[in-house]
């Protein structure tokens, strides 16, 4: 197994995904590429003792993380996530882990590697801690629009990756909303509601934010602005109130602040990104991990492993078999198209009655 790692990738590249990449070594089987500038990256290396343990790969551009993403894919074609996405589509390593431009990991995974057969576009997939467990969030932030079938084929892989990875006989899926009712939201939300409402989905119907901590669903839907609004305000608010936490219990009690404190410290490691790693990219047809931007090396590291397991357990390739065998996304496909005539027919036969209510007016 070979994974290779963006290295000129996110606010701290290339130190940060060199030393994750030498940190993850020890604990991973695969061999490890680092893609990037070859004269920077030995300089970083030179460093540690374990630089022989990976290899590096050269690069002669780097996409920042500013730029728009799918033009600088495009346009800086030796570019380190270039570089590393033409690796995977040519089987030459089994997995890709970058921190950097999400919008250019996207875009090259989706044009370089290729997606699932009838999917339309991917969805980045991150596990929320709850009380008494954990809610799927898809998207988390591949595409900050969405129409109602890439709402739906979103359901559609949560549901999958869920089976295939948690090994979950039928998950709950929940599309994210302002209220129950299968008439709040946006116009799109309640198209996607109609259309989940036909599929063989154990769709529950509208779930709002509250509801994420309450185990109602396995899997939240919603479009990548709103997930990746969610997910930084969660991450945010969970480490404001750990640090409160702290530093009140410390106030009141400096002995039991100790003990409180490893306690939190051991909670803090159960949510924290950086324990986690990375989000997979459902939908691509090989491993592409997307790990958060300001990723140090330990958040990195567990990237590297998390993609690792998803390899080893051949993740991508049951999703994909997974999928064509439900044949989930061919009925999707047929129910949306379904929806869409009767739309139409409903708007033509109201404008039908309207033409003959301004004839009647004008007799």
Known sequence: MRIAVDAMGGDHAPEAPVHGALRAVPQCSAELLLIGNEKQLGEVLGRWP????VRVVHASETIEMGEAGAMAVRRKRGASLNVAMRLLAEGEVDAVVSAGNSGAIVAAAKHLVGLIPGLQRPAMAVALPTPTGKVLLVDAGAQAEAKTIHLAQSAALANVFLKVSQDMDRPRVGLLNIGQEPLKGMRVIQRAFSLLERSSLHFIGNIEPQDLYTDQADAAICDGFVGNLLLKMYEGLLETLLQSMEAHVVDYDPDMGTRVGQTLRRFRGDYDYRS????????????????HGRSRAEAIANAILLASRLVGDKVCDRISARLEKDGILTDLRHHSTALMLEQFRSKWRFSQRQSSADQDSRA
């Open 50 to 53: 374990e630089a022989s343990s």
């Open 276 to 291: 986690v790693g990375g989000a997979p990219l459902l939908g691509v047809r090989k491993t592409v991990m997307v790990a």
